[in-house]
């Protein structure tokens, strides 16, 4: 195995990583619907503008009870209570549970008012009055559960006015979610970079083109447009630049509207490197070569246009 070659203008991985950065400026922020905005950044504190659960719920399906109603139940003297109503999910209820009452509640459902329990239906008797084709208007409680048990109380996830993901959180497929719950249908997101892509080399044929002697089809463009498409940005393939300075300085203009421009070979110590060249004309480079292998050759830095504007 070689050795690096070390010289005083290279960098290592890390130095270069910093260099990129510190010449890479924040993007402007966009509103962008939530479903498209994976894998983007927050550009702002998102705030709940509720509590969430916006009320007291049902963790379970059951019975909404008074605790002081059940105590003291079990299978040998299990607490019988009359049964006033039923409670779905989505639905305001209308009656209260008073003394030796009972409302029948679904998973969601908002407690009605006089309630401070849910017992599960694996703690009552429904099963057995339902086989034997008995009516649900009474109720068997086989076992005392704590006070609040199987309750959700408002506020429990989410309180309003609290941050729930701080600006700079990259929004995965759960952080999506948790936006959706808080009724946002769209969100305030750094903008995805546009990241033009140019191949260079006389070898290079376009994959659509036919194959030819001495000629090698581009692949690089593809492989670093996927790339950049993978984690989040817009990829614009530029084509091939050829190796004479027209064509390079050509397709680099047409690079000049992306917020980066990747091109691929002729930054190396060849004839016909020119890439080298034509960027130390047209740029600000912050370095040429980097301590790693492959790609030790690699230039990074700012690119003018033809009439000198960045």
């Given at each position: 195995?070689?050795?690096?070659?070390?010289?005083?203008?290279?960098?290592?991985?890390?130095?270069?990583?910093?260099?990129?950065?510190?010449?890479?400026?924040?993007?402007?922020?966009?509103?962008?619907?939530?479903?498209?905005?994976?894998?983007?950044?927050?550009?702002?504190?998102?705030?709940?503008?509720?509590?969430?659960?916006?009320?007291?719920?049902?963790?379970?399906?059951?019975?909404?009870?008074?605790?002081?109603?059940?105590?003291?139940?079990?299978?040998?003297?299990?607490?019988?209570?009359?049964?006033?109503?039923?409670?779905?999910?989505?639905?305001?209820?209308?009656?209260?549970?008073?003394?030796?009452?009972?409302?029948?509640?679904?998973?969601?459902?908002?407690?009605?008012?006089?309630?401070?329990?849910?017992?599960?239906?694996?703690?009552?008797?429904?099963?057995?009055?339902?086989?034997?084709?008995?009516?649900?208007?009474?109720?068997?409680?086989?076992?005392?559960?704590g006070k609040g048990d199987s309750v959700r109380?408002?506020?429990?996830?989410?309180?309003?006015?609290?941050?729930?993901?701080?600006?700079?959180?990259?929004?995965?497929?759960?952080?999506?979610?948790?936006?959706?719950?808080?009724g946002n249908a769209t969100v305030n997101v750094?903008?995805?970079?546009?990241?033009?892509?140019?191949?260079?080399?006389?070898?290079?044929?376009?994959?659509?083109?036919?194959?030819?002697?001495?000629?090698?089809?581009?692949?690089?463009?593809?492989?670093?447009?996927?790339?950049?498409?993978?984690?989040?940005?817009?990829?614009?393939?530029?084509?091939?630049?050829?190796?004479?300075?027209?064509?390079?300085?050509?397709?680099?203009?047409?690079?000049?509207?992306s917020d980066m421009l990747i091109t691929t070979?002729?930054?190396?110590?060849?004839?016909?490197?020119?890439?080298?060249?034509?960027?130390?004309?047209?740029?600000?480079?912050?370095?040429?070569?980097?301590?790693?292998?492959?790609?030790?050759?690699?230039?990074?830095?700012?690119?003018?246009?033809?009439?000198?504007?960045?």
């Amino acid at each position: 195995m070689h050795a690096h070659q070390r010289t005083p203008d290279m960098l290592s991985v890390e130095e270069a990583r910093e260099k990129i950065l510190a010449l890479s400026p924040v993007l402007e922020a966009e509103d962008t619907p939530l479903l498209d905005a994976l894998g983007q950044v927050l550009a702002e504190d998102a705030v709940a503008g509720f509590d969430l659960p916006p009320a007291d719920n049902s963790a379970m399906d059951g019975y909404a009870v008074r605790h002081a109603d059940i105590t003291g139940a079990g299978p040998d003297q299990p607490k019988v209570l009359t049964v006033i109503g039923l409670v779905a999910a989505g639905q305001l209820p209308v009656q209260e549970v008073r003394s030796g009452t009972a409302i029948r509640i679904m998973t969601g459902a908002l407690i009605p008012p006089g309630a401070d329990t849910v017992i599960p239906f694996e703690e009552t008797d429904e099963l057995e009055r339902t086989a034997a084709g008995r009516p649900l208007d009474e109720i068997a409680i086989l076992r005392e559960v704590g006070k609040g048990d199987s309750v959700r109380p408002a506020a429990e996830d989410v309180r309003r006015g609290e941050i729930i993901l701080p600006k700079g959180t990259v929004l995965r497929p759960s952080e999506v979610g948790v936006l959706a719950s808080l009724g946002n249908a769209t969100v305030n997101v750094v903008r995805r970079p546009v990241v033009a892509v140019l191949a260079t080399g006389d070898e290079l044929l376009e994959p659509s083109q036919p194959l030819e002697p001495a000629k090698i089809y581009d692949s690089n463009s593809y492989s670093v447009a996927s790339l950049v498409r993978r984690y989040g940005g817009v990829p614009q393939v530029l084509g091939i630049a050829r190796d004479n300075l027209d064509s390079m300085n050509a397709m680099l203009d047409m690079g000049l509207t992306s917020d980066m421009l990747i091109t691929t070979a002729g930054v190396s110590k060849g004839d016909y490197d020119i890439v080298k060249d034509v960027l130390a004309e047209r740029g600000k480079i912050a370095f040429w070569s980097v301590r790693m292998r492959p790609a030790k050759p690699l230039a990074f830095g700012v690119l003018r246009g033809s009439g000198g504007h960045s």
